[in-house]
């Protein structure tokens, strides 16, 4: 019998057993993890990359991975064999490099404007109080005379106390002459005492704010006392290992034993990025006592172990939409083991938290009269429309491919990413990577501009073909047809050509028709067209660096005024840290969620038809983007 040896793949903290001489891919996707190959594990198409970050392994030579970049520690893991315990990196999933937007400059920007209350009044206190002694003519209990003090001195009702809490009380109230300090939770109409020390405290007030997307997930810690943002982390959501959106992991956990597994990786995705922080921040993790959590719908039943079948089967009715608080203990969040969760409420099957919990950080719930658009475009996109009076809601199912996901070239907001691409009328091409040096791929930005260059100078027809006679020496044909090439393989980062394929610009035309069909059902809806809209409120790190010229020439957006047009950044995330600073924004979010009118476009008749229209550069009614119809006379290109 050979030898079993220990891989563990990174960044999914994975561990898995193997005999010598296995093969690195196959031990991969034995594991359950996320990793291309299209030749069939011959070593040519170069997909299969990965780093050896410790131990030895037999390694092939090959074609497609360069001398250079093997230098680096990476090699092909079709190639590898196992020889001993390894430590392996899959590089697309690099966490160090990601660069999600964790902050929002129109939030820092704009406080006083936005529709959240930016105080500090949280649900959880730190209080100091006085505890008298017991005696003979006054035998109330230790507790009781605790709960008597700090209503006399602090004006709080505490109703009740946790067990952990109770079975320190008798020695913590007499060590220090009944001075004390207490950590109360606003439970209902009442406190609950979850933690008691004696002075002078060693402990800090913190709370933990996470946005856990169905891709990344980011996650910050605030101080209580205060409001100070003290450190902040991102990486990828474990569970990609299990599917790469949300539809994909509810069909994973309909197998048994599956529905478990995808809440111990999001609990174990949140406790690696909390440890980083509390490490960053110099504070103990017994320190945080709430967490406020924003998630889609899928992913909020994922977290709480909730099964997420009926999302997606008709009528699509999700568990429960308004969360109840629960224990960080009883999810196993390596928090302190009192501390309360808090999860934004969803509004439907496809509208969740993330959502309600970001409009927190917009101005629509300010004004009654203006009329805005929401959208939220990652893996799903999610539009609200309204104002302070009225909101409606609805989702679509966009898919990965502008986050890396879905096209050959595609990639993360990673370093070695390139996030901005321009053409000229001569057809030169320039390019901006994250963090400089040679690019690996594009991101979700670069791929807009590409794709809106490439129709603008006439590259593309509407449809997304390639002229092959206005390409020339850019258009490539291989075993996956025909595309343009983007850089030579001697300037890109894995010494191959990097090319966008027709079958990329496919999906990408359908993740951008998606987006806008369902904005435009959703107006309809309503009642109301796009030249209505007063402003266009865009979130995620996707929007952050979106050009919005080339947005609208691809149809992705709407033609407006380009001063309708706001970034807004991560708002999910500081929705959940707004949550985090005040009860006023718990309550806020939660009547927020109870007040949408929800439109489930799966159930809409009009929705294919709104879709199919928009599978057109910018789309079959050219008249829904005038600033593009100008430019499109017969024999002439966008640039001329």
Request: with cysteine.
């Amino acid at each position: 019998m050979r030898k079993a040896f220990k891989v563990e793949f990174l960044p999914f903290r994975s561990t898995h057993s193997f005999a010598r001489g296995t093969n690195l891919l196959d031990a991969i996707r034995k594991a359950g993890l996320p990793l291309k190959s299209t030749c069939g594990g011959k070593g040519t198409c170069g997909e299969c990359l990965v780093r050896i970050e410790g131990g030895e392994a037999r390694i092939r030579t090959s074609a497609a991975l360069p001398e250079e970049v093997r230098r680096l520690g990476y090699a092909l893991a079709c190639q590898t064999e196992i020889e001993e315990d390894l430590t392996v990196e899959l590089p697309r999933f690099e966490e160090q490099s990601i660069r999600t937007v964790a902050g929002s400059r129109f939030f820092e920007e704009h406080r006083d404007r936005i529709s959240g209350v930016f105080e500090v009044n949280p649900v959880v206190r730190k209080i100091q109080v006085s505890v008298p002694a017991a005696t003979l003519s006054d035998n109330s209990s230790d507790l009781r005379r605790l709960q008597r003090q700090i209503h006399k001195e602090k004006g709080l009702r505490c109703l009740q106390a946790e067990h952990r809490v109770l079975k320190k009380l008798a020695a913590a109230v007499r060590e220090k002459e009944g001075e004390v300090t207490a950590i109360l939770v606003k439970t209902g109409p009442g406190w609950t005492l979850v933690d008691l020390q004696p002075n002078p405290p060693s402990k800090n007030l913190c709370g933990l704010a996470c946005d856990i997307g169905t891709t990344t997930v980011v996650c910050e810690i605030a101080d209580l006392e205060d409001g100070r943002v003290l450190s902040t982390t991102t990486g990828f959501n474990q569970q990609l290992r299990c599917g790469e959106d949300v539809i994909s992991r509810i069909d994973y956990a309909r197998r048994p034993g599956r529905l478990q597994e995808l809440q111990t990786l999001a609990v174990q995705t949140i406790n690696a990025l909390a440890e980083k922080s509390c490490r960053e921040a110099g504070i103990s993790s017994d320190d945080i006592y709430y967490v406020s959590v924003a998630g889609n719908t899928t992913m909020t039943h994922l977290l709480l172990g909730l099964d997420p079948r009926f999302i997606r089967e008709e009528p699509y009715i999700p568990t429960m939409n308004l969360v109840p608080m629960v224990k960080a203990s009883d999810l196993g969040l390596n928090v302190n083991p009192e501390a309360r969760v808090h999860c934004a409420p969803a509004v439907g099957s496809y509208v969740g938290g993330d959502i309600t919990a970001g409009l927190l950080s917009t101005p629509i719930l300010r004004d009654a009269e203006k009329t805005s658009l929401f959208i939220d475009a990652g893996t799903n996109g999610e539009l609200v429309i309204g104002n302070r009076d009225w909101l409606a809601t609805c989702a679509c199912s966009a898919g990965p491919a502008f986050e890396g996901g879905g096209t050959k070239c595609g990639l993360p907001a990673i370093e070695g990413a390139i996030e901005a691409v321009t053409i000229s009328k001569s057809g030169d091409l320039a390019y901006r990577v994250i963090g400089g040096g040679k690019p690996k791929g594009l991101c979700g930005s670069g791929l807009v501009d590409l794709l809106a260059g490439l129709f603008v100078h006439g590259y593309l027809d509407r449809s997304g073909k390639l002229d092959q006679e206005r390409a020339g020496k850019r258009l490539v044909r291989n075993g996956e047809g025909t595309g343009f090439l983007v850089e030579k393989a001697p300037r890109s980062y894995w010494g191959r050509d990097l090319i966008l394929t027709e079958k990329d610009i496919t999906n990408l035309i359908r993740t951008k028709g998606a987006i806008f069909s369902a904005c435009a059902l959703l107006l309809k809806n309503i009642g109301l067209t796009f030249d209505q809209l007063d402003a266009v409120y865009i979130a995620g790190g996707f929007g952050q660096h979106l050009d919005v010229d080339n947005a609208i020439r691809i149809g992705l957006l709407p033609d407006l005024d380009r001063e309708k047009f706001h970034y807004l950044g991560n708002t999910s995330l500081s929705g959940a840290y707004l949550v985090l600073l005040s009860e006023k924004n718990r309550e806020l979010v939660n009547a927020i969620a109870g007040k949408m009118t929800y439109i489930e476009l799966n159930a809409e008749p009009g929705y294919m038809n709104e879709y199919t229209g928009s599978l057109f550069l910018p789309h079959t009614d050219i008249g829904l983007f005038p600033s593009v119809k100008k430019f499109l006379r017969p024999g002439k290109r966008l640039d001329d």
